[in-house]
T-cell receptor
């Protein structure tokens, strides 16, 4: 049983398009996160949601918006995609502990 | 400002030997540290952690050592196995928040 899942695993799209990445966790965790791994392999936080409330919003462009329909889901919407948005995006979740559990990642390629 | 640093991008060891992965940090307020392991095309997997009130935590073949005065921690894997070949990330929770600050990772290759 997959704990944290993401769809799609690969996403290739053109500049200017709008796309979404979905994330679901079946661990009953109360906090979910989105991380970005750039071309230099750094993993950096983008957003986190706790009980459907945004509690972290790093300095990411407002073209990126997290949407949480319920505690088990945190989707990432990206508007007007740019070449620099190409990266691997990881969803993660945690429950009042420091350990976070990560999804398999979504490789986004903007052409 | 890179608060968690892994200065060795890669490490190669022989099967059966010890692997030592190093991590340095700059923020003395960090109170917890984690190691994650990542295979290609997969998400990071939690491996082991240590609280700042301890100097050692052991779990099977994996041991993490913390030297607070030096702001340094290390992950020891003994004996190393080919299946341990992966990228290892050191991380610490940002103070007052839940998100993790990651090092750049060290790619470990264990040769048979």
């Amino acid at each position: 049983d997959t704990a944290v899942s993401q769809t799609p695993k690969y996403l290739v799209t053109q500049m200017g398009n709008d796309k979404s990445i979905k994330c679901e966790q079946n661990l009953g965790h109360d906090t979910m996160y989105w991380y970005k791994q750039d071309s230099k392999k750094f993993l950096k936080i983008m957003f986190s949601y706790n009980n459907k409330e945004l509690i972290i919003n790093e300095t990411v462009p407002n073209r990126f918006s997290p949407k949480s329909p319920d505690k088990a889901h945190l989707n990432l919407h990206i508007n007007s995609l740019e070449l620099g948005d190409s990266a691997v995006y990881f969803c993660a979740s945690s429950q009042r502990t420091r350990e976070q559990y990560f999804g398999p990642g979504t490789r986004l390629t903007v052409t | 400002d890179q608060q968690v640093k892994q200065n060795s991008p890669s490490l190669s060891v022989q099967e059966g030997r010890i692997s030592i992965l190093n991590c340095d940090y700059t923020n003395s307020m960090f109170d917890y540290f984690l190691w994650y392991k990542k295979y290609p095309a997969e998400g990071p997997t939690f491996l082991i952690s240590i609280s700042s009130i301890k100097d050692k935590n052991e779990d099977g073949r994996f041991t993490v050592f913390l030297n607070k005065s030096a702001k340094h921690l290390s992950l020891h894997i003994v004996p190393s196995q080919p299946g341990d070949s992966a990228v290892y990330f050191c991380a610490a929770p940002r103070e007052g928040q839940g998100n993790l600050i990651f090092g750049k990772g060290t790619k470990l290759s264990v040769k048979p």
